[in-house]
């Protein structure tokens, strides 16, 4: 297939702020969450047990990345998949007052993960396509401080606002909850409207022509990818590593609780 090179946009404008919004979901769904469930009453064990497995979404990201470079573009897919987590949120934040919440909360963020992890491959791709090796050498650091910016806004600012709502302001945990929950729904969907005009589309790859086609080389990437040397140990080694992640991310904040 060949590819089309993504016109230049001043790095500035757009990389901090992706790799922002990459940091707000994968810190909801991996840290602020739990720390949401235990404030809300439920266990240790009844947390970890149903958010535990939900962390694998980023790591199953090879199995689908080739399809979207199959269908539009890039930049579709961040702000698609910003203005669906946008969404998932709020059904989140209105779920809380209800009896089954807990139920209705843990399936929405199976979906977020997936739809972060679907925006992580497609600003990952954006960046790659667009900048050359040396502005990618150059923004590699800015990145992690902003993903790690956003990550902070969601584990600090957000989890803050639901203790602020509810020790000054009174509210009941579902309530200030609720409303932190919506904050960072705001926060997402104004930074989808902010990459509609500013985030570069990347490079397009020419597409298969029909359906048929598209299975076919979906398939192809997937027989490729476990024809790599080796390629059951390091998807071993990856288990390993993200298993002993897991318990550090997902029940260390309940430990300091």
Same mark, same amino acid.
């Given at each position: *297939?060949?590819?089309?090179?993504?016109?230049?946009?001043? @790095?500035?404008?757009?990389?901090?702020? &992706?790799?922002?919004?990459?940091?707000?979901?994968?810190?909801?769904?991996?840290?602020?969450?739990?720390? *949401?469930?235990?404030?809300?009453? %439920?266990?240790?064990?009844?947390?970890?047990?149903?958010?535990? &497995?939900?962390?694998?979404?980023?790591?199953? !990201?090879?199995?689908?990345?080739?399809?979207?470079?199959?269908?539009?573009? !890039? !930049?579709?897919?961040?702000?698609? *998949?910003?203005?669906?987590?946008?969404?998932?949120?709020?059904?989140?934040?209105?779920?809380?007052?209800? +009896?089954?919440?807990?139920?209705?909360?843990?399936?929405?963020?199976?979906?977020?993960?997936?739809? /972060? &992890?679907?925006?992580?491959?497609?600003?990952?791709?954006?960046?790659?396509?667009?900048?050359?090796?040396?502005?990618?050498?150059?923004?590699?650091?800015?990145?992690?401080?902003?993903?790690?910016?956003?990550?902070?806004?969601?584990?600090?600012?957000?989890?803050? &606002?639901?203790?602020?709502?509810?020790?000054?302001?009174?509210?009941? +945990? /579902?309530?200030?909850?609720?409303?932190?929950?919506?904050?960072?729904?705001?926060?997402?969907?104004?930074?989808?409207?902010? %990459? !509609?005009?500013?985030? +570069?589309?990347?490079?397009?790859?020419?597409?298969? %022509?029909?359906?048929?086609?598209?299975?076919?080389?979906?398939?192809?990437?997937?027989?490729?990818?476990?024809?790599?040397?080796?390629?059951?140990? *390091?998807?071993?080694?990856?288990?390993?590593?993200?298993?002993?992640?897991?318990?550090?991310?997902?029940?260390? @904040?309940?430990?300091?609780?």
């Amino acid at each position: *297939m060949s590819t089309r090179a993504a016109p230049y946009r001043n @790095p500035w404008l757009w990389v901090p702020s &992706s790799y922002f919004a990459e940091g707000i979901p994968f810190a909801l769904v991996i840290w602020v969450a739990g720390t *949401m469930f235990k404030d809300l009453g %439920h266990s240790d064990g009844e947390i970890t047990l149903a958010t535990a &497995s939900i962390g694998i979404a980023w790591s199953l !990201k090879p199995f689908w990345a080739a399809f979207l470079d199959m269908y539009r573009t !890039k !930049k579709f897919f961040v702000l698609a *998949m910003e203005v669906l987590m946008s969404a998932l949120l709020i059904v989140i934040a209105l779920a809380l007052p209800l +009896p089954n919440y807990f139920q209705i909360a843990i399936a929405v963020l199976w979906v977020l993960a997936f739809a /972060s &992890s679907t925006q992580d491959i497609c600003v990952d791709g954006v960046y790659i396509t667009t900048l050359d090796a040396e502005k990618q050498a150059e923004f590699i650091g800015v990145q992690g401080v902003f993903w790690n910016i956003g990550r902070l806004f969601a584990t600090a600012a957000i989890v803050w &606002s639901a203790g602020f709502f509810e020790s000054r302001r009174g509210l009941a +945990p /579902s309530a200030a909850w609720g409303w932190a929950i919506g904050l960072s729904a705001a926060t997402l969907a104004i930074l989808a409207i902010y %990459h !509609k005009f500013m985030l +570069p589309t990347g490079s397009i790859t020419d597409r298969p %022509h029909s359906f048929g086609a598209v299975v076919r080389t979906f398939l192809e990437t997937w027989v490729d990818f476990f024809r790599k040397e080796k390629i059951f140990g *390091m998807l071993l080694f990856v288990f390993l590593f993200r298993t002993g992640e897991g318990l550090l991310l997902i029940e260390g @904040p309940l430990f300091l609780q």
